[in-house]
């Protein structure tokens, strides 16, 4: 039976509506298929800088009493007042010492001279030889190096002008500190005054 012309009619408004519909659903995927190409081609753009940082490092080492935060530590006043003083010998208390060293290290000892300086009333001025009287140990040690002999953590060595090896291969590091103590015994030769000299450590990286 030929369709009445309603039918034909409805039916080809129903083919360009199905049509219109497929062409608008292709339209917007293809717009958001550009949307995301935009996106994604913006997205790219980039400008890029770079700049060398080197770091110049030079060998440094420093040597500190810990005491007073400088090369110079606190006067070591060591008091006779007895015979007994005389006879024993008098012993300061620890002095600590902080080197700080980018590379190994050893520390050497020695007196700015062989002989005391003297203070006193007593004319022609005495003299007091370092040597026999002023003594050293370094009862403790955190350098990780070894305590150098004559020297050593329990028994006191004499100290000279002559500059004497105390500590050696010590490690390297921000905080190694050791710690000294002197002992002098000067007899009964000498008359009273003030007896005087400087004990001058010295850190040398290896």
């Known amino acids: 039976m030929v369709p009445s012309l309603y039918q034909q009619t409805n039916k080809h408004k129903q083919s360009n509506k199905r049509i219109k519909t497929t ?6 995927l293809f717009a958001a298929i550009l949307s995301c190409i935009t996106v994604a081609v913006k997205a790219q753009v980039a400008s890029t800088a770079t700049q060398t940082v080197n770091l110049n490092l030079s060998n440094a080492i420093e040597l500190t009493f810990t005491g007073s935060g400088t090369a110079t530590g606190a ?13 024993n010998g008098v012993s300061s208390s620890n ?18 001279n ?16 370092v040597s026999g009287v ?24 004499d100290l000279s ?8 291969n010590c490690n390297n ?3 190694q500190t050791f ?19 400087d004990v001058v450590y010295t850190a040398t990286q290896l």
């Open 23 to 28: 062409t608008m659903k292709k339209i917007v």
């Open 95 to 112: 002095q600590e010492l902080k080197v700080r060293s980018n590379k190994k290290f050893g520390v050497t000892v020695k007196t700015n």
């Open 161 to 168: 002008a002559t500059a004497q090896n105390l500590l050696t």
């Open 173 to 175: 590091g921000g905080n």
């Open 179 to 197: 710690s000294i103590q002197y002992n002098a015994t000067p007899g009964f030769a000498y008359p009273a005054g003030t007896y005087t000299v």
């Open 75 to 87: 006067a070591v006043n060591l008091a006779f007042n007895t015979v007994n003083d005389y006879a």
């Open 134 to 157: 002023l003594d050293l140990r370094v009862p403790a040690n955190g350098t990780g190096g070894t305590i150098a002999s004559p020297f050593s953590a329990s028994s006191y060595a």
């Open 114 to 129: 062989a002989n005391f300086s003297y203070t006193g009333t007593t004319t022609p001025a005495p003299v007091m030889p």
